[in-house]
């Protein structure tokens, strides 16, 4: 028997199932919101206490039998192929199986095709994906792959990033059925990213058909969470928004544009350089920085005050998330240009990063206006020696606990920082990339280079 507040009796079955149990088994009944704060009225509780008796000594489920079940492939027929494919549409749809958007038909053929992408088995066991718990193998990859457009060459990227995702420190779980809006941002770095046409330049968080890998794969990690994971709004995700979640954010670093002694991403992870590499980070806040043009002392100063203010807003979950060395703050993404200016002027990485540690601090005052009086105390008292009362805060422990990484085009103009987390204290994890056989590989290459043209060099 489960008790919850209203709203929620749906995220419990869902839940209940992760556990190996249907959905509709558990005896669910539904109290008041009122019931759950400070002071409130507790008389639902006597006034319906045969009710919960009644499901803690006598209600049995409806469904006994135990076992595996394994999903069975489909035929969706119409007049002709686009009448069969606008049916499959609606089906999906009914059947909660799709994102909402058109869909691919993941037939065995295309599926097949797909997997060429990974020497892995079919049936390979990936991960467990929450809050459903169902489990994605190789296989349930492709497919969610297949229906979204997606490539052969992709798969090491969805597999690696589910592996990422599903590291226990990175708290999926809490990512698929929170009512924030935090979503999986997934940076690839090594030489696989260019060959996929991954894109680490213009437009690199949006649309562009010249490097169009980044949609597909996020959208199919989207797919994943829902299909395999039940993260279906307002039964497994209750994320009050759900902002940016048909395609999350996908893009490589732009390593080739990186200046003279700064280490990509990868590195800063603790991978070997060259490695392909997948980050996967908990990306909840976009903003857009104006005016990142470096090419003189005084205008460097001037990008590290205006970045500093746009990272350092009071945010609830910002001390929380900074009092953890383990966890990072955000992550400031920078175009080739910004980042040579920077160098330019004998600027490192790691004191860019210290820079922007520094000028994000944020004032006694707003912290006092914008936290509640107990948040303040829990943070000192986990981290008084950097979160000191009376004194501005930064926005985590050390400058550490920021990622820079770098990507946006042969521009400077306009920069951009992703904060992340929210209230929950997510990681950020890292895996490498698999790929198949190199002769596999290649074959693989060349028949995307025949199918779209070589690479462009924009």
Known sequence: MVITREGFSQVVCNSYAALGFPAEAPWVYEFPNRMFVADSDLSPINENIDKIIYGLTKWEPKRKTKGITAAQKITVKGKDYEDALSKMHYMFLRYMWSDGLPLFPPTEDRVNWILRGTDLSRDTVVARILPGGR???????????????????????????????????????WMNATTGSVYPGVIVNGPMAKQIRLNSGYSFLGPNPNFPAGGPIGRALRIVFMDVGGAIPGIGSLSISGVNRYTNMVFAEDEDSLPSGWNPLSVDRGFPKGENVVTVVPACDYQHVMGANVST????????????????????????????????????????????????????????????????????????SAYRDDYIKSVIEQAGDVFVEGKPWPISRTPEQIVIAIAGGDQSGHASYVRFGGASNYEVASKGIKLPAKEKWDELLQEAEKEMGPIPLI
């Open 135 to 173: 489990i994605a193998s190789v296989e349930s990859l492709a497919i969610s792959l297949a229906m979204t457009a997606g490539r052969p060459e992709y798969l090491p990227v969805l597999i690696a990033a589910i592996e990422a995702f599903t590291e226990p420190e990175f708290r999926h779980d």
């Open 297 to 368: 002392e005084e205008s460097l100063r001037t990008v590290l005050g205006t970045y500093g203010r746009v990272m350092g807003y009071p945010n609830t979950g910002m001390g929380r998330c900074g009092v953890d060395e383990k966890k990072m703050s955000g992550m400031v993404l920078l175009p080739r240009r910004t980042a040579s200016g920077f160098a330019e002027l004998g600027w490192s990485k790691e004191d860019v990063r210290k820079g922007l540690w520094e000028n994000s601090k944020i004032s006694w005052s707003e912290i006092k």
